[in-house]
């Protein structure tokens, strides 16, 4: 029986992640969605390092719903807690990481190459690299009601 090749995070990651400044608006970063047809941006600062993560979500409960103005709050004062993983990290790391944290999307950091964020694993990226088994473990994990 032939075995699977073990991928590192790097082989499921999606490359040439777009982030928005750490400075721009939460409308920039509304827009920027719409535009890469993105729920989520990483937010880099202005040394260009990962801040945080911004979702569509967290533009509309933690901005809008809070009647703030878009336009005029900073994209960096949301994002939460940051996970990420290292690009050469095992793919299975990348889905424990995932599942004990309940995130849908993690940051890819090349810790070799000055800690540059490389890319983004999601869950359509689980979808096309792991096995059903894999994949199932995962939702019952992330999507578990505590």
Known sequence: MATRKQLAARDIMTAGVTCVGEHESMLDAARMMRDLKVGCLPICGDDNRLKGLI?????????????????TVPAGSLGGHLHWIDAQADASEALETMERH???????????????????????????????????EFAARVYAVH
Request: net charge negative; with cysteine; hydrophobic share 40%.
């Open 55 to 71: 979702t569509d979500r967290d533009i509309v409960v933690d901005c809008v719903a809070e009647g703030r103005d878009p336009a």
């Open 102 to 136: 309940q995130i849908k999307r993690l940051p890819v950091i090349d810790v070799a190459d000055d800690h540059r964020l490389v890319g983004m694993i999601t869950e359509a990226n689980l979808a096309r690299n792991l096995t059903d088994e894999q994949i199932a």
